[in-house]
């Protein structure tokens, strides 16, 4: 795609999508005594504790929803292991009950041959997972032979709360300790999950990897930051830092103006932010056996931003496509880079 086109259709549509459609109904603030929980210097230098999850698989109950020429899809549930760091966040917690519980669906290809597992995180306001049954799914599943499970984050899909106007608008928002909060609970649950399928599924369906689409890009990386399991990392259209680059974009302009409004910048947030800075700490997966997919003339997710990581976690290749942020999934090239490292590791 030409690369001014590319950049002028992201900056369109978020305008568009945060004028229309992600306009947040709440006036949020931040409660910089309560975001004083995350400082901890062992949580910025062990990652693992800030995203601790149990041990054991989760107890997960599954139903099947439908089947397709590609794929069996299954829905699963399990009770969320993520408890609250900060006191006062504890008690606003409850009132979101919907979130309380990890929810989700498995893929499982139609032919009853799995190559290999794929946990897949989804983008912000995600989690209904229309675009990838339409796009992504079928030829990872029917083509590629591999069992997805897509994960949905806290407060997108079906466990938005119910004041919540659009799914994801309680995740990344002007509340930064619910922010944060939001994240820690995110990896959290996908490290639950990852205990599920490492328990269940390494005699039945190979390797398990992990993937995730910008947002879920950026939860990919803090993960191989507190867990080491995955065999290999697809992080697509992401960076390492929630608070530096996509906030400058077109798509999130509520939120920088829920900011400003309480006279708060990036570098008021930043001491209290550290664990969620990914490329300031070390991933405990292989560089090797992570490839990023990024778009050149991404305008949410900068090549300059996405490169400060891949610089500092000595990653050895990137796949760089001429594309921005929207619509890279449907070129030869993603989906021949995507497979070929894949088939590498299983």
């Known amino acids: ?9 992201d900056v369109w549509l978020g305008h568009l999508l945060s004028s229309l459609v992600y306009r947040p109904g709440e006036c949020p603030a931040t409660d910089l005594e309560a975001m004083e929980a995350f400082q901890h210097e062992r949580f910025a230098t062990r990652p693992e504790l800030f995203f601790d ?7 997960v109950v599954t139903e099947k929803v439908r089947a397709t020429p590609a794929y069996i899809c299954e829905s699963f549930v399990f009770p969320s292991p993520y408890r609250p760091l900060s006191d006062a966040f504890a008690r606003r917690y409850l009132v979101y009950p919907e979130t309380h519980t990890v929810h989700g669906r498995r893929y499982r290809p139609f032919s009853g041959i799995s190559r290999a597992t794929l946990l897949l995180l989804h983008g912000w306001t995600g989690g209904e997972f229309h675009w990838e049954e339409r796009t992504l799914l079928p ?16 407060y997108h899909g079906v466990r938005k709360p119910t004041a919540s106007r659009f799914s994801g608008e309680f995740f990344i928002s002007a509340d930064a300790v619910r922010t944060v909060e939001a994240c820690r609970q995110a990896v959290i649950d996908a490290r639950a999950t990852l205990n ?73 947030l930043r001491p209290f932010v550290r664990p969620l800075t990914a490329r300031a700490m070390h991933p405990k997966l292989s560089p090797e056996r992570i490839l990023p997919i990024n778009g050149l003339y991404d305008a949410i997710i900068t090549a300059d931003k996405a490169r400060q990581l891949f610089d500092a976690w000595n990653i050895p290749q990137v796949v760089w496509l001429k594309a921005g942020h929207f619509g890279i999934v449907h070129t030869r090239q993603f989906r021949r880079a995507f497979r070929d490292f894949v088939e590498r590791w299983t």
């Not at 999850?53 to 107890?59: K, Y």
Request: charged share 15%; hydrophobic share 40%; glycine share 10%.
């Open 1 to 9: 795609m030409n690369a001014w086109l590319a950049k002028q259709l």
């Open 53 to 59: 999850c149990p041990s054991d698989p989760p107890s």
């Open 139 to 154: 030829w990872l599943c029917r083509d590629c032979a591999y069992t997805v499970v897509a994960l949905v984050h806290p």
């Open 196 to 268: 599920w399928l490492l328990a269940e599924n390494s005699g039945n369906h190979g390797t398990v990897g992990v993937s995730g689409i910008s947002l879920g890009a950026l939860m990919t990386y803090l993960l191989l930051c507190a867990d080491g399991r995955p065999a290999f990392a697809l992080p697509m259209l992401g960076h390492g830092d929630l608070f530096d680059g996509p906030s400058d974009s077109a798509l999130t302009k509520n939120v920088r103006r829920g900011y400003q409004t309480q006279g708060l910048d990036r570098e008021a």
